[in-house]
Structures are given as structure tokens and as C-alpha cells.
């Protein structure tokens, strides 16, 4: 094997031994609902907390620590939080992205690419009436087990998650 491939394997092995990556190490991403229904879908067996978001809602920044905080206290129990911005869509979610790296980095979020508002929380929920902050809390099967809008407290986030574990 010549010198170059044997350091290109070398890397590669590195990478498979220290360089894992999580849902969290990815930046903002622009998506579609089918793209975000894929999403979804691929988190099945997990309990998710969606949460629809906006940089420019000053009660969704004031809930996402506790959110946060409450997907960590519950990630072994199979939690996950999925963050969904609804902010005017920018090329490739930058805007999103340098916000949600500067605040909340460990923030999984999605956004939307398309013109409509409700593009990716219709996945969700057809008759979303567009308020945020809103919290989807979604049991190991996909179905939905709380709906809270508005900000809510830590405490209605545990209660909501409990349902659906």
C-alpha cells in the first residue's frame, strides 16, 4: 500500500475511533416537510419534545434552556429535543444558525426553506395555528401526546414528557 493510502486509512480510522458525531454537533439545517417528515421517522423509538421557535420570540429563547436541560436530565430514557424555527427563511439556515451557535448550541434545530410558516410544523400538525413558542411532545411511536403553546414552565415540560415515556 503506498504511503498516502496508508494515511488516508489511518485517518479514517481515527475518525471512526474518536470522532463521533450526534444530532446536536450538526449546525441549523434548511429543510422541507418531507425532508423533516424523514426526520422524524428516523427517530422513531425515541421520545421527542419538537419545539417551534424563533429568534426574534423573546418567550421561546426564555423556554429553550429549560428545554434544554430537560431532554439532558431524560436522554437516557431515549429523549431528544428537535428545535423548528420558523424565522424567514435564508440561504442554507445561516441566520438560524448563527443565532441558535451563539445561544444555544447544543440546540438541534431545523428550518424551514420554503415560504410558508407552517411548512414544517404541518408534519406535526395540519391545524398548527401558528403561535409560538409551541411544544410537541411525541411519544416512541410518532403520535402526538401534548400540544403546550405559549411559554410553559419546567415543570409542565417534565409533566408532558412523563406522559410519553
Known amino acids: ?88 427563511p435564508s440561504p442554507g439556515a445561516a441566520v438560524v444558525e448563527q443565532f441558535r451557535k451563539k445561544y444555544f448550541p447544543a440546540f438541534v434545530t431545523f428550518a424551514r426553506n420554503g415560504p410558508q410558516m407552517d411548512e414544517l410544523a404541518s408534519v406535526i400538525d395540519p391545524a398548527w395555528n401558528e403561535v409560538v413558542p409551541t411544544t410537541y411532545v411525541l411519544d416512541r411511536q410518532g403520535k402526538v401526546v401534548a400540544r403546550l403553546q405559549g411559554k410553559k414552565s419546567l415543570g409542565e415540560f417534565r409533566e408532558a414528557v412523563r406522559k410519553a415515556l
Open 1 to 88: 500500500m503506498r504511503k498516502s493510502h496508508q494515511t488516508l486509512w489511518l485517518g479514517a480510522l481515527i475518525c471512526l475511533i474518536g470522532c463521533t458525531t450526534t444530532l446536536a454537533d450538526t449546525p441549523a439545517r434548511a429543510t422541507d416537510a418531507a425532508g423533516f417528515k424523514t426526520v422524524l421517522q428516523a427517530e422513531r423509538g425515541s421520545v421527542l419534545i419538537v419545539n417551534l421557535w424563533a429568534t426574534w420570540c423573546v418567550p421561546c429563547l426564555r423556554e429553550v434552556p429549560d428545554l434544554l436541560a430537560l431532554a439532558k436530565e431524560h436522554e437516557k430514557q431515549g429523549v431528544k429535543l428537535i428545535g423548528v424555527s420558523v424565522d424567514d
